[in-house]
């Protein structure tokens, strides 16, 4: 059964940072390119970052410079280290990607960016 859980989602500080995983299962997991994505509340889902299965990445304008997305292919699990929080990052955070021809998402991990 193909699975994403997240994980390391919590409550920091603006200014402060955060490293979310998302371990895959039930697929070949380094054949295929991920994403982490985010939905605020009342908004809707914004990427935030992609990896390709070689580790090419790239980034929304918000994530540019603050955020680095990364993989461990021998894991089975993708990363997402965050620096420099603002509250406008509040969210709950997914990992997604294109599996078998079906888009797969994990559950999601909240992201409280607050004083």
């Known amino acids: 059964q193909v699975q994403l859980a997240e994980s390391g989602g919590g409550l920091v500080q603006p200014g402060g940072s955060l490293r979310l995983s998302c371990a895959a299962s039930?697929?070949?997991?380094?054949?295929?390119?991920m994403n982490w994505v985010r939905q605020a509340p009342g908004k809707q889902r914004e990427l935030v970052a992609g990896i390709t299965w070689a580790g090419n990445t790239n980034y929304a304008d918000s994530a540019k410079g603050r955020f680095t997305i990364s993989r461990d292919n021998a894991k089975n699990t993708m990363y997402l280290q965050m620096s420099s929080l603002k509250p406008e990052d509040t969210a709950i955070y997914y990992c997604?990607?294109?599996?078998?021809?079906?888009?797969?998402w994990g559950q999601g991990t909240q992201v409280t960016v607050s004083s």
């Open positions: 039930g697929f070949t997991f380094g054949n295929y390119a």
């Open positions: 997604s990607g294109r599996i078998n021809g079906r888009d797969v």
